[in-house]
């Protein structure tokens, strides 16, 4: 089961970090990542971290803003939000999978998904 957490509301130009804690087994050697969903929108990768924390991906638009991280001792994976748009709006899932590599787009690729976190920037 995947947690997230620390979603709420942020001015345009703030900064929050999503947390995504894993609880009934262990995802340490797992691939996990994030998505979002924004209002009307279809489900959109955002990042993924390898099960060491050693690769990382971004889809292009949260490059340089985002940053994934994890810590395998407490089963928890981040996602911190830096320079935070209103489009950021959005519902941020935590996903997990077994594999590295791949195409991270997939959402059919994920076995674990968390409920969803909300993220709302105002301007």
């Known amino acids: 089961q995947l947690q997230a957490s620390g979603g709420g509301l942020v001015q345009a130009g703030g900064s929050l970090r999503l947390s995504c804690a894993a609880s009934?087994?262990?995802?340490?050697?797992?691939?996990m990542g994030w998505f979002r969903q924004a209002p009307g929108k279809e489900r959109e990768f955002v990042a993924v971290?390898?099960?060491?924390?050693?690769?990382?991906y971004y889809a292009d638009p949260w490059k340089g803003r985002f940053a994934i991280s994890r810590d395998n001792a407490k089963n928890t994976v981040y996602l911190q939000m830096n320079s935070l748009k209103p489009e950021d709006t959005a519902a941020y899932y935590c996903?997990?999978?077994?594999?590295?590599?791949?195409?991270?787009?997939?959402?059919?690729?994920?076995?674990?998904w968390g409920q969803g976190t909300l993220v709302t920037v105002s301007s």
């Open positions: 996903v997990a999978r077994r594999t590295w590599g791949g195409n991270y787009y997939d959402t059919g690729s994920y076995g674990y």
């Open positions: 971290i390898s099960w060491s924390g050693g690769s990382t």
């Open positions: 009934g087994r262990t995802f340490s050697s797992y691939t």
